[in-house]
C-alpha cells in the first residue's frame, strides 16, 4: 500500500539474521527481502554474491521491502559473516556426514525464539541456488534445518526456503519466561571460539600432533566442530584457553 511506513512492521525484539551465501541472482535477493518483511525480519546478510552488489534487479523484486535491502551486510566469506553470532543453523536437504541436531521447520521457529530470548545472537545460513551450503559452510552452524517435503519433488527456490523458516519464527510464541541476570550464562561468540581453534592448532602443530599432513585439514575441521557443537559459554572458554597457557608455559613451545 502506498504510503506504508516498512520500518514500523519490522519484528519488535530481538531477530534471526538472514545469511545468504554467494546468492547467484539479484531476483532472489529481492524476493528475499519480501519473504523476510512479510514477517517482520530485517537483517540480512550477503556473502559473496555472484550477481553483484548493490543489484538492480534485487530491488525491483523486492516489492518495496526497502528497509530490508538498504541495511544488507556484505561478507568475503562465511566465517566472517557469522563471527558475531552464538548460534548458527544451517538449512539443507541433502545428508551431511557431521554430527548436528536436525531441527524440522517448526522446531527450528521454537528453538531460535529461545535463543533470542536467552539473549544470544542468532543466523540461519542459506546456500547458493543450483548447488546449496558447502560441507565447510554446514561445518560453521551448529544445527541444520531440514524441511520435510515430497521426496519426489523436493524443489525449493531460496526465497520460499527463507519464507518457511521466517514463518515458523514468526508463528511461535515465545513462552520461556526471561533468564535472570542471575542465572544467565553469557555464549561465547563464534569469533572467540575460532581464536581459541587457532591457538589450539598452533599447539598441535608445535607438538607434531598432526602427523599426516593429508589428514590434517580433515583433522582440524573435526575439532571445529566439536567446539562449536559445544555451545561454549563464554566462562567455559576462558577455563580452555587457561589450559592452553597453561601447557604452553610448562612445556617447549611456542606462545599462542
Given at each position: 500500500?502506498?504510503?506504508?511506513?516498512?520500518?514500523?512492521?519490522?519484528?519488535?525484539?530481538?531477530?534471526?539474521?538472514?545469511?545468504?551465501?554467494?546468492?547467484?541472482?539479484?531476483?532472489?535477493?529481492?524476493?528475499?527481502?519480501?519473504?523476510?518483511?512479510?514477517?517482520?525480519?530485517?537483517?540480512?546478510?550477503?556473502?559473496?554474491p555472484l550477481c553483484g552488489?548493490?543489484?538492480?534487479?534485487?530491488?525491483?523484486?523486492?516489492?518495496?521491502?526497502?528497509?530490508?535491502?538498504?541495511?544488507?551486510?556484505?561478507?568475503?566469506?562465511?566465517?566472517?559473516?557469522?563471527?558475531?553470532?552464538?548460534?548458527?543453523?544451517?538449512?539443507?536437504?541433502?545428508?551431511?556426514?557431521?554430527?548436528?541436531?536436525?531441527?524440522?521447520?517448526?522446531?527450528?521457529?521454537?528453538?531460535?525464539?529461545?535463543?533470542?530470548?536467552?539473549?544470544?545472537?542468532?543466523?540461519?545460513?542459506?546456500?547458493?541456488?543450483?548447488?546449496?551450503?558447502?560441507?565447510?559452510?554446514?561445518?560453521?552452524?551448529?544445527?541444520?534445518?531440514?524441511?520435510?517435503?515430497?521426496?519426489?519433488?523436493?524443489?525449493?527456490?531460496?526465497?520460499?526456503?527463507?519464507?518457511?523458516?521466517?514463518?515458523?519464527?514468526?508463528?511461535?510464541?515465545?513462552?520461556?519466561?526471561?533468564?535472570?541476570?542471575?542465572?544467565?550464562?553469557?555464549?561465547?561468540?563464534?569469533?572467540?571460539?575460532?581464536?581459541?581453534?587457532?591457538?589450539?592448532?598452533?599447539?598441535?602443530?608445535?607438538?607434531?600432533?598432526?602427523?599426516?599432513?593429508?589428514?590434517?585439514d580433515k583433522r582440524i575441521?573435526?575439532?571445529?566442530?566439536?567446539?562449536?557443537?559445544?555451545?561454549?559459554?563464554?566462562?567455559?572458554?576462558?577455563?580452555?584457553?587457561?589450559?592452553?597457557?597453561?601447557?604452553?608455559?610448562?612445556?617447549?613451545?611456542?606462545?599462542?
Amino acid at each position: 500500500m502506498a504510503g506504508t511506513d516498512h520500518r514500523r512492521e519490522a519484528t519488535d525484539g530481538p531477530q534471526p539474521v538472514v545469511v545468504l551465501v554467494r546468492p547467484q541472482m539479484g531476483e532472489n535477493i529481492g524476493t528475499t527481502a519480501r519473504a523476510m518483511l512479510n514477517f517482520g525480519l530485517t537483517r540480512l546478510r550477503l556473502v559473496a554474491p555472484l550477481c553483484g552488489w548493490p543489484n538492480a534487479k534485487a530491488v525491483n523484486a523486492a516489492s518495496g521491502a526497502s528497509v530490508v535491502l538498504n541495511e544488507v551486510e556484505l561478507f568475503d566469506d562465511t566465517r566472517a559473516a557469522v563471527a558475531d553470532l552464538h548460534r548458527v543453523f544451517a538449512t539443507t536437504a541433502r545428508p551431511r556426514e557431521m554430527v548436528k541436531p536436525v531441527f524440522t521447520g517448526d522446531a527450528a521457529g521454537r528453538e531460535l525464539r529461545e535463543r533470542l530470548t536467552g539473549g544470544e545472537r542468532v543466523g540461519v545460513l542459506f546456500g547458493p541456488e543450483r548447488t546449496g551450503l558447502e560441507n565447510d559452510d554446514v561445518a560453521r552452524a551448529d544445527a541444520i534445518v531440514s524441511i520435510p517435503l515430497n521426496p519426489g519433488f523436493a524443489s525449493l527456490n531460496l526465497a520460499q526456503a527463507v519464507l518457511l523458516v521466517a514463518y515458523e519464527f514468526h508463528r511461535a510464541h515465545d513462552t520461556t519466561p526471561p533468564l535472570r541476570a542471575a542465572d544467565a550464562l553469557e555464549p561465547a561468540a563464534k569469533a572467540d571460539v575460532d581464536r581459541l581453534l587457532a591457538d589450539l592448532v598452533a599447539l598441535l602443530d608445535d607438538t607434531s600432533f598432526f602427523r599426516s599432513p593429508d589428514r590434517r585439514d580433515k583433522r582440524i575441521q573435526d575439532l571445529e566442530m566439536l567446539l562449536h557443537r559445544r555451545e561454549l559459554q563464554q566462562v567455559e572458554l576462558q577455563t580452555l584457553r587457561g589450559v592452553i597457557k597453561g601447557l604452553v608455559q610448562r612445556g617447549r613451545f611456542r606462545s599462542v
